[in-house]
Every structure is written in C-alpha cells, then in structure tokens.
C-alpha cells in the first residue's frame, strides 16, 4: 500500500508570500493530485500529474518520479487561497482509486 | 447543474439501521469512486467502478458495505447495522474514464447516533 507523506501540516503565511507544500510517496504511481478543499467546502481537482511540471494561473505544481516526491508552490498567496491542500496518487500496486495525504492546512493573513 | 450530485446531503440515523447513499456522476463518466472524510482516518478510498462493474472494492472496511451501480450512472452505496464508527462525509467522485482527472461530489454527511 502507497504512504503518502505532506508536509507541512499547518502553514501560516502574509498574503504575497511565495508558498510551498510538499509531498512524497513510497511506492511507483502512474499519477499524482493536487486537491483543495475549502472548510466546510467540497473539494476540487488542481492538478493532475505523472511527470514534470503543471502551471495554472498561480499555482505550480511539479514532480520528481526518480525522487517520489511533488511540490505544490503558490506565487503572490492571497487570502482566498486559505484552504487544505491534499496530495493523492494513484496507480500505486495497480489500483485506482486515490491514496491521499493528511492534507495541509494553508492560512494567508492580509 | 453539470456536477456531480450526492443525496441525501446528511443523514442522521440510529446504530442498528441500514442507510443507502445516492451519486449521480457526470453525465457520461464511466469511472466512479466513493471515498469517505473522518476526522481520525482523513480521506480513504472505499471502491471504484468502471461502467457497472467493481474491479476494485479493496477499501470496503467491512462486509456491513456494499455498493452498486446501474446503466453505467447512478450508484449506491449502502451500510448495513451502522455502527457509531461509520459516522463520516462520503464522497463520490467520477472521472471520464479511469485515470483522470476526478471529480468530486458535495458528500453526504452520515452522523450515526
């Protein structure tokens, strides 16, 4: 079975902040998410990726198979962005359904 | 609207009783997921279908779960003799076909009594 480790967990940042959240796993996937959950929200689908880098707007996320680990980044952070960010994989011993991450609780104060 | 729809979205029951849970996915997703939210456990997966059937039912915690779906949309997810412990947010998730992108429903917020 895939661990999937975030960190940090809680994150407290000023608004403009170039924010970074990592995540590392412990067995070969064929894709990694990036989620976001808003409290008392759903949850959405950022990113969806097996190799490289994605950019959307201000968010980047990037991932390294050799290393087994991804990084999250958030450029000029603002309030709106407070959220948790859930690192999930899938593919890891053939199955489809995510693993997920414990999430990291991002706070941006103005 | 075009997402994916949960019913009910809560449910307060009684240990003992039986629940159903209802996903509709987005029209058209052959892939469809049910995960569940706990405040001890996080996000786990419980079973997955592609079309009508279940290639992967590994995260059901017990055989008090069961799930079907039908004509390749609606599913069910149902809890026999609930117990305090199944108290969670249930969501279900659908995706064009496996291994994309997934999108996730509202959840349903089951409070066991």
């Known amino acids: 079975k895939n661990e999937v480790e975030q960190s940090p967990q809680n994150l407290t940042a000023q608004e403009g902040e170039f924010i970074t959240i990592n995540c590392s796993y412990s067995v070969g996937i064929s894709a990694l998410h990036w989620l976001q959950q808003h409290p008392g929200g759903g949850i959405v689908s950022l990113f969806m990726l097996s190799s490289g880098k994605k950019k959307h707007g201000r968010l980047i996320a990037t991932i390294n198979i050799q290393e087994k680990h991804s990084s999250l980044h958030i450029t000029a952070s603002h309030p709106r962005d407070s959220a948790v960010y859930i690192c999930a994989v899938s593919g890891g011993g053939g199955a489809d359904g995510l693993t997920f991450g414990k999430g990291t609780h ?3 104060q103005p | 609207g075009a997402g994916v729809s949960q019913s009910p979205s809560n449910k307060v029951t009684e240990k003992g009783k039986d629940v159903e849970l209802r ?3 987005i029209s058209g997703h052959t892939a469809l997921y049910w995960y569940r939210q706990s405040l001890g456990q996080g996000l786990e997966f419980l079973i997955y ?13 017990s055989d ?10 609606v599913s069910t997810l149902t809890i026999q003799r609930t117990q305090q412990e199944d108290s969670a947010v249930y969501l279900c998730a659908s995706s064009p076909r496996a291994a994309l992108t997934q999108f996730f429903g509202p959840g349903t917020r089951l409070t066991v009594l």
């Open chain 2, 23 to 25: 996903c509709d996915p």
């Open chain 2, 49 to 61: 279908f592609q079309g009508n059937s279940a290639p992967d039912k590994s995260g059901l915690p």
């Open chain 2, 64 to 73: 008090r779960f069961s799930a079907e779906r039908t004509g390749g949309s």
């Open chain 1, 106 to 108: 991002l706070i941006i």
